[in-house]
């Protein structure tokens, strides 16, 4: 009788959100500190975002919105966008599904998972494709495919090289052969591309898997990648499943994949535009395109010289972007992400005269 | 004598009966005729009942039968002259994945398909039909060659879905997917892809992209298995039954949404019922669009192909301040 005294002590216990509730006001405000899932490290969240989210202590890249992406990628942080006004539909009436769209959109300010567009790197004009894990864990459903198929369409139109910055958990379950099926359409769309010689470059961020690695993320020219993603088919814990065996932290990360042949290299994120710039410019010739500064302000067209004063820095991150080609050009961009822009207009020639 | 799936039972079990009944009647000398009869009508009611009203839980039971007739099966009753070819001269040979060339009906043809085991030794040397990159490097090899050669390339898909193990993403999984997808559409060959068991994502898809698309009655066709969907959407992998019925997988549906051509009808009960009735039956559908496809240019194939595939897809495009609907794109 006495052993019960010592033994069965019962503790109340307290929900933690009731003992965050109940915990003085000391609240932080949201994203003012962050913690490196990778070192632990603290880090003031402004800090973070000057340095491009990466982790200052220990490199580990944290994860881009699309207009962070499209901020310190794009010349003067802008995107001319592409098909803006396509959205999923449900289907095969999946239950649960366009209760999840509609929360993904509320979430993100996202139509989608995908965002395309037209714009210039370091002066070079390219369509450009960036997914985002944040809508939908970035998966491949009819919208994503359809306006990834489009992008591809528009840079054969265009004569210009295509970049799609992928971060995708893969194919989109609700959408079920639909989905499959994308995979099919966007590696259909870039053999026609690869055909008429289309410079395509996949940069791959955390994390690129499944439906999306298997299609047209892996049918690149160059495929780089952002250092510490994940890239793979399967998911980890599968495969774990499979095998029956732990596998190593650095399993599928991109030094792993760098490693095991599957990419040409892997590049920081500070140098990630320079690095695009680069690639692009050793292309040129291949283009016949020069950088569009040293071209001139005279290869745009005059209805869009009244438009460059409008092409505001998308997000603030846009002015922390490493410098480039500081005047890159008028026509490429004139409507700042996320504005809207009808998919049919004219555009600039990205500052180009002689671009096919 | 057929292995009863669990749905199945009622009816084994009614079949059972009258078996039971005439070895009785003939033991004693007795006339059950009449009961048997009348036995055999409601076994017909019964059959017909079941197999006319099958959920996509249950077709999917079907179409992973152990022995529903695999690639080798079709193979050797639909072609002459079939010489296996093997290996993908980078790394190794695949058994997960068959292919050679054959004649269809005199004409020379190359053929590639998903393998699943007979057995238990047979499916570990197979991985039970989930190629790793050397098979699908197999499978693009010899589809090469056809193209090079001329020669009508026809698939066969079963599979789960690529082997998802850590050696098979080291030597690339995803790039020898992703690679046989775009070349597939690029082949100035008819291609013709035939859905025989289970279709599973881009593993089956790898093999998938064909001018036509054919699925047998009781296949499925799917972007990821139903356990594995169970699992993400509930946690639980055992309501892959629900998880099926979700994601319209079945022959039906995809020939609905326009993504399959034709389904290939099955003898009642499934194709494992007699497989020799089913090679006729896929032979004569295969042969059916071959014959149509085989007066095109390459040029032509080439754009039929890329069309069906590229016009795949629901969605809306609104316009600013206007809604259209256009879902239905894939016609």
Redesign the interface.
């Known amino acids: 009788m006495f052993k019960d005294l010592f033994q069965k002590r019962k503790y109340a216990t307290i929900p933690p959100e009731r003992l965050r509730a109940e915990r003085p006001k000391r609240e932080i405000p949201e994203g003012l500190m962050i913690r490196c899932p990778k070192c632990g490290n603290i880090h003031l969240g402004k800090e973070l975002e000057k340095n491009l989210k990466v982790c200052p202590s220990c490199d580990h890249h944290f994860r881009l919105t699309v207009r962070e992406r499209v901020a310190i990628t794009m010349d003067d942080g802008r995107l001319r966008e592409l098909?803006a006004?396509?959205?999923?539909?449900d289907?095969?009436e999946?239950?649960g599904y366009r209760e999840k769209l509609e929360q993904q959109k509320r979430k993100t300010g996202l139509r989608e998972a995908v965002m395309t567009g037209e714009g210039t790197i370091g002066g070079y004009p390219v369509v450009a494709g960036i997914l985002s894990f944040d809508f939908f864990t970035g998966s491949m459903g009819?919208?994503v495919?359809?306006k990834v198929?489009r992008a591809i369409e528009r840079a054969m139109e265009r004569g210009w090289p295509l970049i799609i910055f992928s971060a995708s958990g893969g194919?989109?379950?609700q959408?079920?052969?639909?989905?499959?099926?994308?995979?099919?359409?966007t590696?259909?769309?870039?053999?026609?591309f690869?055909?008429r010689r289309g410079l395509f470059i996949s940069v791959l961020t955390d994390p690129t898997l499944?439906?999306v690695?298997?299609?047209?993320?892996?049918?690149a020219d160059y495929i780089i990648a952002e250092p510490g993603a994940t890239?793979?088919?399967?998911?980890r814990i599968?495969?774990e499943q499979?095998?029956r065996?732990k596998?190593p932290d650095e399993?599928?990360t991109a030094e792993f994949n760098l490693q095991?042949?599957?990419l040409d290299k892997v590049v920081h994120r500070k140098e990630m535009k320079a690095f695009l710039a680069k690639l692009l410019e050793m292309h040129a010739s291949v283009y016949g395109h020069a950088p569009a500064a040293a071209e001139g302000e005279t290869a745009v067209p005059a209805d869009h010289e009244d438009r460059e004063a409008s092409g505001e820095p998308a997000i603030a991150a846009a002015e922390q972007a490493p410098e480039t080609s500081g005047k890159a050009d008028a026509g490429a961009g004139d409507d700042p992400v996320p504005a809207?822009v009808?998919s049919g207009a004219e555009t600039g020639k990205g500052g180009s005269s002689d671009d096919r | 004598m057929t292995a009863e799936l669990p749905f199945e039972r009622p009816l084994a079990d009614l079949r059972r009966k009258i078996e039971e009944l005439k070895k009785f009647g003939e033991e004693k000398q007795i006339d059950f005729s009449e009961e048997i009869a009348r036995l055999e009508e409601r076994y017909r009611q019964m059959e017909e009942e079941l197999y006319g009203n099958l959920g996509a839980a249950q077709i999917l039971q079907l179409a992973r039968h152990h022995q529903r007739p695999t690639s080798l099966d079709y193979i050797e009753r639909i072609f002459t002259d079939f010489i296996e070819l093997h290996g993908d001269r980078l790394f190794a040979d695949d058994l997960a994945i068959v292919g050679g060339i054959a004649r269809l009906d005199g004409i020379p043809v190359t053929v590639v398909g998903h393998q699943r085991g007979k057995d238990t030794k047979d499916n570990i040397r197979r991985y039970f039909g989930s190629p790793h990159p050397e098979g699908f490097r197999k499978a693009l090899r010899l589809m090469r060659q056809a193209d090079k050669f001329r020669r009508p390339i026809i698939t066969f898909i079963d599979t789960k879905g690529a082997y998802p193990g850590d050696t098979a993403e080291m030597r690339g999984q995803s790039e020898a997917i992703a690679r046989n997808l775009m070349e597939m559409s690029s082949f100035g060959v008819p291609i013709v892809c035939v859905v025989i068991g289970e279709g599973g994502s881009g593993g089956a898809l790898a093999l998938g992209v064909g001018n036509r698309v054919l699925m047998l009655e009781n296949a499925i066709y799917s972007v990821i298995s139903p356990n594995g969907a169970a699992s993400i959407l509930w946690k639980d992998a055992s309501k892959a039954d629900q998880a099926a019925e979700y994601m319209k997988i079945t022959a039906a549906d995809l020939k609905a949404f326009g993504i399959v051509d034709e389904v290939v009808p099955e003898p009642m009960g499934g194709a494992h019922r007699n497989p020799d009735e089913q090679a006729a039956a896929v032979k004569d559908a295969v042969w059916r669009h071959l014959q149509e496809l085989l007066g095109m240019t390459p040029e032509e194939l080439i754009e039929d192909r890329f069309r069906k595939f590229r016009a795949i897809g629901r969605f809306t495009e609104a316009q600013p301040e206007q809604t259209a609907e256009c879902a239905d794109y894939a016609e």
């Open positions: 098909d006004h396509l959205e999923s539909v289907p095969i999946f239950p009819s919208v495919g359809e198929t194919a989109r379950m959408e079920s052969i639909f989905s499959l099926m994308q995979m099919a359409k590696s259909a769309a870039l053999a026609k690869h055909e499944g439906g690695s298997a299609s047209f993320a892996t049918l890239f793979g088919f399967a998911g599968v495969i499979t095998i065996q596998l399993f599928q095991h042949g599957q809207a009808t």
